[in-house]
Structures are given as C-alpha cells and as structure tokens.
C-alpha cells in the first residue's frame, strides 16, 4: 500500500474538521492529485502560473464546465485551507457555465418512462425520485424508517450540503411503496442493493434511466435528475408557490428554483403579449 503523504493527509483532515461530505472529499482529494501528476510535483511548490496552465489543460482536453469548476473549488480549498495562502483562491478563476434550460418531461412521459422500467426496485425507486423530487443519492439512501405514513411525509438524511428535510408522502406513491415491501420485504433500507447491508447504488438508477428511456422510445434523454426536474416544473405549473418548491428541493438559494419558471410552459402560456393590447388590422396591407 502507498504511503499517505503529508499534504494528502492534511488536506483530509481539513475537509473532515469542515464536514465535507466524503464524496467531496473524494472529489477533491482527486483533483489535486491530477493536478501535482500533471506537473510531476507536489501542489505545495505550484503556485498560480501552474494552476492557470492546468486549467487551460483541462479545458483543451474538453472537460465539462461542472468538472472544472470541481476543480477549482479543490485548488481554492488546497490552498486557501490546507496550504494557507489566503490571497490565492480568489485569483483562480470560476469557468463561466452556459445556462441551458433542464429536459422536462410532460405528465404521459413521465407514466410512459416509469412503466418502460423492468425491474421493481428500480421503478419504486425513480417512481418515488419523480414523486418526491428527489436526488439520485437521495432516492438510493431512503431506509424503511423514513417513510413516515402517519404525518405523510419522507425524510431525507443528510442531502445536498449535509441538510435534513421533508417532503411529502403522496398517497398514491404510499399504495405503491405498500405493494413493493410486501413483494420485496425490505428490512432497514427501502431499496437495498445486492447484499443488503447497503443501499442500492446511484449508478444501478442512472443504468435503469437509460435502459428505460431506449425501451420507451421517448425522444429526450431523461436521467433521475430530469425526474426531479418534471417534479418541480409540474408543480410550478400548478401554482405551487415557488418558496414551497425551494423548500421540497433542498435549494439554499431561491435563484437555483427560480430558472423552472423558464420551463413552466403553462405560466408562459398564461402569460398574455403586449401584441393582445394593440388593434392591428388582421389583413395586411396590399
């Protein structure tokens, strides 16, 4: 086994202290060490010149914005925390994402893409993504204890950002989450994976999303995001109160709701043009 080095070790234990979630403590971690193996040095003898080269590197090679933007946020924390460089982090760039509207499945795709999922633990669980609006991570963790059927609603551990909520308990998701324990008997997670001392994978979801998606024959790619996507835009358009929505997706900030407002087609339908105030003559002119 390798050897931790020093800084490695340090960085983890910065990130620990600060309760960072593993999975972005592994992101991280991950970074800068791609970053020390680019240049064949240890990140504390870089400084900004070889960050800014690594970061054209990165975009020369077609890393996605959300990838880069990881990245930067791994060299902030490399040396803004760990190396105590305070004047340094803010000199590294954010990559400028392209805004892109999300894919929103109408109400009869959303039926066509569960009924095209094979498996019964898959369909329970991306049935209950969409039902509740869940995360992928979220929708795989959710134990049998968290369903509460007295109060309506499910309890989500430790989601985006290491916040609790609730959401709701719909009853026609609390029918089917019925009739799938009695088939399944799950005993502590909702939808265990395949040993059952842990939950079902993220990616086992994601695999059941494009399997169905290719047996739906439906047009747009749809992931468990997308569900959670239609989740909030279906709301939206029926005139659930967008703090509401905040609130059921876990947002820390209402601008990140605010962007379904561009995709609730019937707010936009609704919404009357400035040509409807004018009298215009039907017939154009000869």
Same mark, same amino acid.
């Given at each position: ?126 049935? %209950? ?93 749809? %992931? ?31 601008? %990140? ?30």
């Amino acid at each position: 086994m390798t050897e931790m080095s020093p800084l490695r070790r340090r960085m983890i234990e910065d990130m620990t202290v600060r309760n960072l979630s593993p999975a972005t403590q592994r992101s991280y971690v991950h970074a800068v060490a791609k970053f020390g193996r680019f240049f064949s040095r240890s990140p504390e003898k870089l400084g900004l010149e070889e960050v800014r080269a690594f970061q054209v590197h990165l975009v020369a090679g077609g890393m996605s914005w959300p990838a880069l933007n990881q990245t930067v946020c791994a060299l902030r924390f490399l040396y803004g925390v760990t190396l105590k460089q305070a004047d340094l982090p803010e000199r590294i760039p954010y990559a400028r994402t392209p805004r892109k509207l999300p894919v929103v499945l109408g109400a009869d795709e959303v039926v066509c893409f569960l009924e095209a999922v094979s498996s019964l633990k898959a369909r329970a669980a991306l049935t %209950t993504a969409y039902a509740a609006g869940l995360r992928a991570a979220e929708a795989a963790s959710i134990k049998v204890a968290d369903i509460d059927s007295s109060r309506m609603v499910i309890r989500v551990e430790q989601g985006k950002g290491g916040r609790d909520r609730y959401v709701m308990l719909s009853p026609q998701l609390l029918g089917i989450l019925r009739s799938y324990w009695r088939l399944a008997r799950p005993a502590h997670w909702l939808f265990p994976g395949r040993d059952g001392e842990r939950p079902i994978s993220p990616t086992v979801l994601h695999a059941a999303c494009r399997s169905a998606c290719a047996a739906s024959g439906l047009s747009k790619r749809v %992931t468990v995001h997308t569900l959670r996507h239609s989740f909030a835009t279906h709301l939206l358009e029926s005139g659930t109160d967008i703090r509401i929505i905040q609130a059921l997706l876990g947002h820390s900030s209402l601008n %990140t709701t605010a962007r379904y407002t561009q995709v609730a087609t019937s707010t936009i339908r609704g919404t009357p043009s400035p040509l409807d105030r004018l009298r215009l003559a039907v017939t154009p002119p000869n």
